[in-house]
T-cell receptor, first 116, second 110 residues
């Protein structure tokens, strides 16, 4: 299955600043996905990133707040812009993957963001 | 996407079998049932997937009755390292819109 490297693993940021999270996959993938996991909560899909086109955002998430880049088939970035303490969450990237004989999804280890 | 319902938490002891049942009354004909495991400070990890009857791998077994309106993840002889959140997801296998419910927090005690 795919191996995902996500950076940084954690960061503490000042409100009003922006943080860019990187996601590198060891194989070419068509779609990459970005999730948010708020403290003690489940995962929520932020957007889907296809190479060569604009990301598709889920309800409640907008490009100005969470701009995404997808320059090639193995890499994507998510920026959390103009941060506030409410943005403190774990951000995860994911790719569709073949796990044995099954289609599943592989996740990065996440970026734990704390906004102060 | 079919909505899923699973217990919020379960406690167990080392060496016991843990069974987590997930209800998905509105499962569609093409939907598969997939379980993920998430340890603290890690992303979810695919455990097992099935469509009907029983599926077994080196980690767990998945039991799915004929009506497919529920499924049970069985973790044999758990250890402390099996303490995690377990998510049941239902959808078409290559449907990228994964919808994570609240999950079941399994705590294994010595």
């Amino acid at each position: 299955s795919a191996v995902i490297s996500q950076k940084p693993s954690r960061d503490i940021c000042q409100r009003g600043t922006s943080l860019t999270i990187q996601c590198q996959v060891d194989s070419q993938v068509t779609m990459m996905f970005w999730y948010r996991q708020q403290p003690g909560q489940s995962l929520t899909l932020i957007a889907t990133a296809n190479q060569g086109s604009e990301a598709t955002y889920e309800s409640g998430f907008v490009i100005d707040k969470f701009p995404i880049s997808r320059p090639n088939l193995t890499f994507s970035t998510l920026t959390v812009s103009n941060m506030s303490p409410e943005d403190s969450s774990i951000y995860l990237c994911s790719v569709e993957d073949l796990v044995g004989a099954n289609y599943g999804y592989t996740f990065g280890s996440g970026t734990r963001l704390t906004v102060v | 996407l079919a909505k899923t319902t699973q217990p919020i938490s379960m406690d167990s002891y080392e060496g016991q079998e843990v069974n987590i049942t997930c209800s998905h009354n509105n499962i569609a004909t093409n939907d598969y049932i997939t379980w993920y495991q998430q340890f603290p400070s890690q992303g979810p990890r695919f455990i097992i997937q099935g469509y009907k009857t029983k599926v077994t791998n080196e980690v767990a077994s998945l039991f799915i009755p004929a009506d497919r309106k529920s499924s049970t993840l069985s973790l044999p002889r758990v250890s402390l390292s099996d303490t995690a959140v377990y998510y049941c997801l239902v959808g078409v296998s290559n449907d990228y819109k994964l919808s994570f419910g609240a999950g079941t927090t399994v705590t294994v005690r010595a």
